[in-house]
Structure formats: structure tokens, C-alpha cells
């Protein structure tokens, strides 16, 4: 029998890492390289560099693949991919993974897609940030058929993950698992950067405020609370976000709009979206990472969008 194929579509913060891994994993199994490909292909020389092939299009990834992973920003995005996967030939067989973050009803409208065409799909969006996924530590949060979740066993837990949480063959259940997760995500950023900046202006400041955040509510937290203190919530000119603000907005957009339509409401998640929105309007010449919230709260008790740390970094002078 011939050795499976596999392949990759999406080169962005998380993919870049998870797809090393995976060369790495396929690699030391003596495995056939990765196959991937990237809406900009030159992100992919990590990956070349390891050892993977570069491809020109989905179409070619799919073609050549038997299991194909993507994980690319939206919805809008999922459904280019999923189309063009379609549109390659004869995926009779094969299985596609797809590990962005996206709406309940855009995993069930791919999965039919899919599956009418003769694949199976696979919902696994994934919690942990760029660097998580650079360490090979994230959660996978797996649906679909049994027969396509026990094919891509190998890659996950171990490879790109240090667990997999299994929600069974529904995947609308794994992108709702993927938002409920999102919503402690961005209302615990909301809730720091609110406290940072009460600690500035207090007078308690951002290092003592970090220690109790690590010392209380451990390493992940105290994560965050170093976004704020890095300056990291601005990348520096040139680079680019770790979890970008427009994703953020994304995500929050599809919590409410589930909420709305279970009969609920999330109060913090609808705080957080205007901040959001208020950092990316006040400063739309650069990528801003999600928890440039700390700016728009900064503003709302007058201090400047920047901190002074950023201003340093970048040379612009420190607030006065
Ligand atoms: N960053 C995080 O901390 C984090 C954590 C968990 C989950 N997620 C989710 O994981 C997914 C990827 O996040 P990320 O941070 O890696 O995003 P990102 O850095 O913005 O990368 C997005 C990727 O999607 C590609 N893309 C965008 N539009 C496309 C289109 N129309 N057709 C084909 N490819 C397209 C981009 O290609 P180019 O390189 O050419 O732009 C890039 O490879 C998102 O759904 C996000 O919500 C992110």
C-alpha cells in the first residue's frame, strides 16, 4: 500500500508552526515530505528549508494529497479553500482537515460540500497561541466521521498537539466548542488590559500587577498580561500580530451572533468587540494584535494608544 500523502494549506501565525511540526513528524517517520501551499508562497520557506515541497495552488496540494490540513483566517477564506479543493478533480476518498476558526453553520455547509463531493471533513479548530503551536502544544477540538478522525490520529496529539478533545461526528459541536473557548479568551484579555491600565494609573504599575497575575492565575494569564507589557498589542513596524485584531473581531462577531440566536447574550464579549473596534479605528496603518484592547482602554482614561514601551521600541519618543 502506498504511503499516505499529506498536505498543507495556510502559511499564517498558526500554520507556519503547526505545519513544522507535522515535516518534523513525517521527517523522523520516514513519511513522504509535506505538500504545501500558501496564498503568499514565500511564508513557506521555514518549511521548505525542513524539508517539505512547495505547491502552486490548493488544487495542486489536494491533487497530490490523501489527507489535507488547512488552517487559514475566516470563513471567506475556509470557503475559497474548500471550493478550489473541490474543484481539483477526484477527491474520492480522501480526508480535509480544516483548523481555522470559523461559525458552527460554515463547518456544517463545508462538511456537506465535502462529503458530496466524495471526501470526508474533518472540524479541528484549535485553542493555544502562535507560540503554542511552534511548541507542538495545542488542543485540537476534533468532529466528524469516525473513519476521517481515526485516519489523522498520527498527526495530532504529540506531533502538533498535547491533546485532542473528541466532540464526536456533528461539526457544527467543534466550532462551538472553538467560540465558548474564544469567549474566556478575549474576556480574560478584556479584564487584563482593564487592569492594567487601572494599575498605571493608580500608581501601582505594570511589573507588580504581572508578578500577582502569574503568581495567582498561573502562566497562560500571566501570557497575556505579557502582550500588554512587551507592548506586544502594537507589533512592532514591520512584524506581525501573534493573534491579529480583525481574527478577534471575527471571533467575537460569531459568539455573539450564536448567543443571539440561542436566546442569550455575552455581555464582556460585546465590551471587548468595541474595544476592538476602537484600537483598529484608531490605528489602522499597522497590524494590531487582539490585545491592542489595552490602547482603547488607555485612551478612555487619557493616556496615549502607545505605552511607553512601544514608543521606545519604535522610536517615537516617550509620553509625556
Ligand atoms: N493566532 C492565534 O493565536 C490563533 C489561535 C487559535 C486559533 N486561531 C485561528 O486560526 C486561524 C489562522 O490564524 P492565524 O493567526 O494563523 O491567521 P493569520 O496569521 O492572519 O494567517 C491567515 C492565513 O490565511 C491565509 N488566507 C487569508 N485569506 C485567504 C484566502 N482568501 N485564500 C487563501 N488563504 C487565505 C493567509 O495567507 P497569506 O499568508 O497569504 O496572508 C494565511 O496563511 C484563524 O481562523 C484564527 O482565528 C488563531
Given at each position: 500500500?502506498?504511503?499516505?500523502q499529506?498536505g498543507?494549506?495556510?502559511?499564517?501565525s498558526?500554520?507556519?508552526?503547526?505545519?513544522?511540526?507535522?515535516q518534523?513528524?513525517?521527517?523522523?517517520?520516514?513519511?513522504?515530505?509535506?505538500?504545501?501551499?500558501?496564498?503568499?508562497?514565500?511564508?513557506?520557506?521555514?518549511?521548505k528549508?525542513i524539508?517539505?515541497?512547495?505547491?502552486e495552488?490548493?488544487?495542486?496540494?489536494?491533487k497530490?494529497?490523501?489527507?489535507?490540513f488547512?488552517?487559514v483566517?475566516?470563513?471567506?477564506?475556509?470557503?475559497?479553500?474548500?471550493?478550489?479543493?473541490?474543484?481539483?478533480?477526484?477527491?474520492?476518498?480522501?480526508?480535509?482537515?480544516?483548523?481555522?476558526?470559523?461559525?458552527?453553520?460554515?463547518?456544517?455547509?463545508?462538511s456537506?460540500?465535502?462529503?458530496?463531493?466524495g471526501?470526508?471533513?474533518?472540524?479541528?479548530?484549535?485553542?493555544?497561541?502562535?507560540?503554542?503551536?511552534?511548541?507542538?502544544?495545542?488542543?485540537f477540538?476534533t468532529?466528524?466521521?469516525?473513519?476521517?478522525?481515526?485516519?489523522?490520529v498520527?498527526?495530532?496529539?504529540?506531533?502538533?498537539?498535547?491533546?485532542?478533545?473528541?466532540?464526536g461526528?456533528?461539526?457544527?459541536?467543534s466550532?462551538?466548542?472553538?467560540?465558548?473557548?474564544?469567549?474566556?479568551?478575549i474576556?480574560?484579555m478584556?479584564?487584563?488590559?482593564?487592569?492594567?491600565?487601572?494599575?498605571?494609573?493608580t500608581?501601582?504599575?505594570?511589573?507588580?500587577?504581572?508578578?500577582?497575575?502569574?503568581?495567582?492565575f498561573?502562566?497562560?494569564?500571566?501570557?497575556?498580561?505579557?502582550?500588554v507589557?512587551?507592548g506586544a498589542?502594537?507589533?512592532?513596524?514591520?512584524?506581525?500580530?501573534?493573534?491579529?485584531?480583525?481574527?478577534?473581531?471575527?471571533?467575537?462577531?460569531?459568539?455573539?451572533?450564536?448567543?443571539?440566536?440561542?436566546?442569550?447574550?455575552?455581555?464582556?464579549?460585546?465590551?471587548?468587540?468595541?474595544?476592538?473596534?476602537?484600537?483598529?479605528?484608531?490605528?489602522s496603518?499597522?497590524?494590531?494584535?487582539?490585545?491592542?484592547?489595552?490602547?482603547?482602554?488607555?485612551?478612555?482614561?487619557?493616556?496615549?494608544?502607545?505605552?511607553?514601551?512601544?514608543?521606545?521600541?519604535?522610536?517615537?519618543?516617550?509620553?509625556t
Amino acid at each position: 500500500m502506498a504511503a499516505t500523502q499529506v498536505g498543507w494549506i495556510g502559511l499564517g501565525s498558526m500554520g507556519i508552526g503547526m505545519s513544522k511540526n507535522l515535516q518534523k513528524h513525517l521527517s523522523s517517520t520516514s513519511a513522504p515530505p509535506l505538500i504545501y501551499t500558501n496564498r503568499t508562497i514565500s511564508r513557506g520557506d521555514p518549511l521548505k528549508a525542513i524539508g517539505a515541497v512547495a505547491a502552486e495552488s490548493v488544487g495542486e496540494v489536494a491533487k497530490k494529497s490523501d489527507i489535507i490540513f488547512s488552517c487559514v483566517s475566516d470563513d471567506a477564506a475556509l470557503r475559497h479553500v474548500a471550493d478550489e479543493i473541490v474543484a481539483s478533480g477526484n477527491i474520492n476518498g480522501k480526508v480535509y482537515v480544516d483548523c481555522s476558526t470559523v461559525h458552527p453553520d460554515t463547518s456544517v455547509a463545508i462538511s456537506k460540500q465535502i462529503s458530496e463531493s466524495g471526501a470526508e471533513f474533518v472540524a479541528a479548530p484549535v485553542f493555544g497561541a502562535s507560540a503554542v503551536a511552534e511548541a507542538g502544544k495545542l488542543i485540537f477540538v476534533t468532529a466528524g466521521p469516525s473513519t476521517a478522525t481515526s485516519r489523522i490520529v498520527p498527526y495530532l496529539n504529540g506531533v502538533m498537539g498535547r491533546s485532542v478533545i473528541d466532540m464526536g461526528t456533528e461539526v457544527s459541536k467543534s466550532s462551538l466548542l472553538k467560540i465558548a473557548g474564544n469567549v474566556c479568551v478575549i474576556s480574560f484579555m478584556e479584564v487584563i488590559c482593564e487592569a492594567h491600565v487601572f494599575a498605571e494609573k493608580t500608581g501601582l504599575g505594570p511589573a507588580i500587577l504581572e508578578k500577582m497575575l502569574g503568581d495567582m492565575f498561573g502562566p497562560i494569564i500571566e501570557s497575556y498580561s505579557k502582550r500588554v507589557t512587551t507592548g506586544a498589542y502594537v507589533p512592532e513596524p514591520g512584524g506581525k500580530a501573534g493573534f491579529d485584531v480583525q481574527l478577534a473581531i471575527k471571533d467575537i462577531k460569531h459568539a455573539l451572533n450564536s448567543a443571539t440566536a440561542a436566546g442569550t447574550s455575552l455581555e464582556v464579549s460585546e465590551i471587548a468587540l468595541k474595544h476592538l473596534q476602537k484600537a483598529k479605528s484608531l490605528v489602522s496603518d499597522r497590524p494590531l494584535d487582539s490585545s491592542s484592547i489595552y490602547g482603547a482602554i488607555r485612551t478612555e482614561a487619557d493616556l496615549d494608544f502607545f505605552s511607553d514601551v512601544c514608543k521606545k521600541r519604535d522610536g517615537m519618543g516617550s509620553e509625556t
